[in-house]
């Protein structure tokens, strides 16, 4: 069973950084693209950045350049997203997903994590 278990959410004030995890399990990791998507209240899914199974190959929203950077770890199964200059409107619960090819898109990806919150206040 493919577990992704997102932490390092939380309610941080606008200016700051945070850094997200996503820890893997019951999936080869090391042969995965992982993402990171976010929603906001009321607002669709966004795609934020995305990753290759080794890390050669990322790509980031136009939205999050800059100020985001994606990362893993192979051997520890895990994946990371940096977020630095953080805005108040980047409060969205962000999610982690697991597929078969890396995408640009918030809708390509097979496996998905329950989410962490980031709420960023001014």
Known sequence: QVQLVESGGGAVQAGTSLRLSCAA?????????????RQAPGKE????????????????AD?????????RENAE?????????????D?????????????SSADDYDYWGRGTQVSVFS
């Open 25 to 37: 399990s019951g999936i080869l990791f090391s042969r995965a693209a992982m993402a990171w998507v």
């Open 91 to 103: 409060t969205a619960v962000y999610y982690c997903a697991a597929g078969g090819l890396v995408r």
């Open 63 to 71: 939205s999050v350049k800059g100020r985001f950077t994606i990362s």
């Open 45 to 60: 899914r966004e795609f934020v950045a995305a990753i290759s199974w080794s890390g050669g190959q990322t790509f980031l």
């Open 77 to 89: 199964n895990t994946l990371y997203l940096n977020i630095n200059s953080l805005k108040p409107e």
